[in-house]
């Protein structure tokens, strides 16, 4: 019996000891497993970049609208190897990025890109008309120093792009391709390339040391290069007006409506281009003609006698487009091996047409930044270094973007006396013409944009308001309006001083705008 016990003891600490190095044996190979594992997604991602389906370059692309195509060319004339990859290469149809301020046409022959504006009917454009409640004034452009040729430029957005696509394919070191960016590929917080998907359909790896991701305002990469908070302030509904002609000929025309402004300029010798600005998101119905009963009973009335026959007759012809207005702060998350440039990076409300004067002024930025390096493998130091990009871009990005969210806020009708105030008293101030008017415009054309002349004239205009407001009859709620106004400009100047002063982790102020305060 106890001969029974013994053997049973015997073979319990066998199969024990078997059961334990058993049970230690699965654990290394699970953790052996979870190692090779790591080391397969790590290698195979490296093999990804070296495999046959791979493409390599030195910078990659993303989109090919404005930004990326003016890059495209811009980094390949320096030598760059470029891979420029756009969902659609076939011609635009937008109703944006339309106006070319002079500030701009200055960036695109500094990028040798002056002959896109070429053989496309676009307009010479020398400044602004501005209405309000039947009174106009004519505000020029401030070219008496430039050459001839230097203007803004007006066109069709489409044709524009199709420009800078045939200028950037004529050097031998940039390929455009057409595909859709599905991925960017990070390796160990490193952004090494990214997967995209062809034209028929097939699955393809890019890699390179810098990849730029500039696909525009509905862009689906930013998320994971920066805090995106965008915001719709008001939508545009765009017509096209035919055979009339624009009061002041080569000029803009805004005018200041009830409830938002109203533009209109020229896209070609035939076409005048109507955008008319509605708050907020929720719109009339084109489809039940909530819409074209909107146009036609709010706001033709407060167009311009010579244009109104042309715009009803636009909204007769049933061509109703709309767009959403965006505003988005520059807010990245410098990574190694990545950048973001253009309406991907950054956006300001479209009223001043400032956009692809900041694009274009960024690209200039990002050259010179790069110019000097020949090699951009180190991703960590090249990220380091690029974190100066945000600095040098703050004078130029930050003075249109502050002006266009103020212009807007400053244009549109409101209940509040003091913001009502300060809307007759930017007209009027800009009406004075000489240095009253040459500043602002000097600064919205892109030409001076200095934050200091920003801050004097938000001043100048609130100062002249007040003046106007209590002289020659003053009174205590004259008075608090006046307070209300200088409260107004102080807010904005406060607002310029914080977005320059006041340096985040990445260097970048937001470039947003309130009114009611820093």
């Known amino acids: 019996m106890e001969y029974q016990y013994v053997i049973g003891g015997i073979l319990a600490s066998v199969l024990g000891f078997v059961l334990l190095n058993r049970s230690r044996g699965m654990k290394k190979t699970k953790e052996a497993k979870e190692n090779m594992r790591d080391e397969v997604v790590k290698s195979s991602e490296q093999v990804l970049c070296q495999s046959e389906n791979a493409t390599n370059a030195d910078i990659i692309i993303v989109g090919a609208g404005v930004a990326g195509s003016a890059l495209a060319y811009t980094l390949g004339k320096d030598g760059r190897r470029v891979h420029v990859i756009e969902r659609d290469l076939t011609l635009p149809d937008r109703i944006v990025g339309e106006l070319l301020q002079p500030g701009g046409y200055l960036k695109l022959i500094e990028l040798g890109l002056e002959d896109c504006v070429e053989e496309i009917d676009a307009q010479h454009v020398f400044g602004y008309a501005l209405y309000k409640n039947g009174r106009s004034t004519k505000l020029s452009y401030p070219l008496q120093r430039s050459d001839p040729d230097v203007a803004g430029r007006s066109f069709h957005n489409g044709r524009f792009i199709q420009k800078m696509h045939e200028k950037a394919a004529t050097l031998p070191n940039v390929r455009l391709e057409e595909g859709t960016v599905t991925s960017l590929l990070e390796v160990k917080g490193t952004i090494k ?111 311009p006698q010579e244009l109104r026959d042309a715009f009803v007759f636009a909204i007769n012809k049933e061509n109703i487009r709309t767009i959403p207005n965006r505003s988005m702060p520059a807010a990245p998350h410098p990574t190694p091996g990545a950048l973001l440039l253009g309406d991907a990076f950054n956006m300001r409300h479209p009223l001043t047409g400032g956009g692809m004067t900041v694009a274009l002024s960024d690209i200039v930025v990002l050259r010179n930044l790069l110019r000097p390096l020949h090699d951009l493998s180190d991703a960590f130091s090249l990220c380091k270094y690029l974190e100066s990009f945000y600095t040098l871009r703050k004078p130029v990005a930050s003075t249109i973007n502050t002006l266009a969210g103020a212009l807007y806020k400053v244009f549109s009708a409101s209940t509040d006396p003091a913001r009502n105030e300060m809307r007759q008293a930017c007209f009027d101030y800009l009406s004075l013409g000489g240095v009253f008017s040459n500043g602002p415009i000097a600064l919205l054309s892109g030409l001076n944009p200095r934050p200091l002349n920003l801050v004097l004239h938000f001043f100048a205009v609130a100062i002249f308001g007040v003046g106007r407001l209590i002289v020659p009859f003053p009174s205590i709620p004259r008075f608090l309006i006046g307070a209300r106004m200088i409260s107004l400009a102080a807010n904005a100047i406060c607002y310029i001083a914080q977005d320059f002063l006041i340096k985040n982790k990445s260097g970048v102020g937001h470039s947003r705008f309130h009114m009611d305060g820093c």
């Open 193 to 303: 390339g990214l997967q995209y998907k062809t034209k028929i359909g097939q699955q393809l790896t890019a890699c390179a040391p810098l990849t730029i991701v500039c696909d525009g305002c509905f862009s689906n990469l930013r998320r994971s290069l920066c805090n995106p908070k965008v915001d719709i302030p008001s939508c545009f509904v765009a017509l096209i007006l035919e055979n009339c002609e624009l009061p002041y000929p080569n000029h803009g025309h805004v005018i200041l409506a009830d409830p938002s402004p109203i533009l209109f300029y020229r896209v070609s010798s035939s076409e005048i281009r109507c955008l008319v600005d509605i708050p907020g998101q929720n719109l009339p119905s084109i489809s039940n003609g909530e819409m074209a009963k909107y146009l036609k009973t709010v706001v033709a009335p407060q167009i």
